[in-house]
């Protein structure tokens, strides 16, 4: 033997030096196998990391991303409750959301150049047609929020020999008890420029449109339905207004109006899925329907209630909705 042997504490201790070179040698490779093993897991780690950035997905949800937002909106019926409501929620989830009130043309335009990110209000295919068909390069659909919103001239029930657009040509008698006028909101509206196809189409003359906004009209409907008196105006569903006053839309066998009726979509500007994840994944998972809105509508805008505190309300009083919209989103 090359070595010697001691006792330590009952256990025998070789010095042979070919024991320590042998053991030396496994020592070493199983050094460099461990490396390499720890090298795989790292890469793995920071491929997984990488992946994860990309996705902007993390362990607990979709990353936040740009805190900042913005969303225009018309002060139309619907849209105030649902843009008060879409911002409510996604402040609920970290954002800080600036609410802009703008024209039609401006909703648009600001989030296809990106100066707004989104906007909860595109009634397509027919209402807002003009505005897709120049911005859609810009511009994304996020989701469908609702289905089967119609629009169409409308009428207090009590005209009651007035029920299609058909009637209203050549009726000499209608025409003159309210000066041949259609009583329309703001000119920006996809509804106004239905409106001015729906003249033309169907040889309407003698008829033109005029322009204020939507509360201005609301009230000489109002006010003439309180007289009982003839009136013509553009209008469309979901709307406070055919909860509380016994109106009609005339039939449109053209169709101009879109039948049926649009459905309504949130769209945003291009980037912003990987700009603010969290808030797009809200989007995707934000839906309405008529109870909902119909509940709050009328609240806003025949009781003059804050759409803040109506939304807030709501939120309070529905909290398995608001689960739903924010499923596997984290709150701040």
């Known amino acids: 033997m090359y070595g010697t042997k001691f006792h330590l504490g009952g256990i025998i201790i070789f010095t042979d030096r070919k024991f320590k070179f042998s053991l030396t040698v496994f020592a070493l490779v199983l050094m460099m196998f461990l490396a390499a093993c720890g090298g795989d897991s790292n890469e793995e780690d920071n491929s997984n990391s990488s992946d994860d950035k990309n996705s902007g997905e993390t362990t607990e949800g979709p990353a936040i991303g740009q805190k900042e937002l913005t969303q225009p909106y018309v002060a139309w019926a619907r849209e105030t409750v649902s843009t008060h409501m879409l911002?409510?929620?996604?402040?609920?989830?970290?954002?800080?959301?600036?609410?802009?009130?703008?024209?039609?043309?401006?909703?648009?335009?600001s989030v296809a150049e990106g100066s707004a990110d989104f906007h909860t209000s595109a009634w397509l295919p027919a209402t807002h047609a003009s505005y897709w068909e120049e911005y859609q390069g810009d511009i994304v659909k996020v989701k469908q929020v609702l289905d089967k919103a119609p629009l169409a001239l409308t009428v207090p029930s009590y005209m009651e020999d007035v029920n299609s657009i058909k009637d209203l040509k050549g009726n000499e008698e209608l025409g003159e008890s309210v000066d041949w006028e259609i009583i329309g909101i703001d000119p920006g509206a996809g509804i106004m420029q239905n409106t001015q196809q729906v003249i033309k189409e169907y040889g309407l003359e003698n008829w033109s449109l005029t322009t204020s906004s939507e509360a201005a009209m609301l009230a000489e409907l109002q006010s003439a339905i309180e007289n009982e008196e003839p009136i013509i105006v553009p209008l469309w569903k979901p709307h406070w207004a055919f909860g509380t006053m016994d109106l009609k839309m005339l039939e449109d066998p053209k169709e101009i109006y879109g039948g049926d009726g649009d459905q309504v979509y949130t769209v945003a500007r291009k980037?912003?899925?990987?700009?603010?994840?969290?808030?797009?994944k809200v989007m995707e998972q934000y839906n309405e329907n008529y109870e909902m809105l119909e509940e709050m509508m009328p609240k806003v805008h025949k009781d003059g209630q804050d759409p803040a505190d109506v939304v807030k309300e709501f939120i309070e009083?529905?909290?398995?909705?608001?689960?739903?919209?924010?499923?596997g989103i984290p709150r701040e």
């Open 87 to 109: 911002g409510a929620l996604l402040e609920m989830v970290g954002y800080n959301v600036e609410l802009s009130q703008v024209e039609a043309g401006p909703m648009w335009s």
């Open 271 to 280: 980037g912003l899925k990987e700009d603010a994840p969290r808030a797009y």
């Open 317 to 327: 009083n529905n909290p398995d909705k608001v689960d739903e919209w924010l499923k």
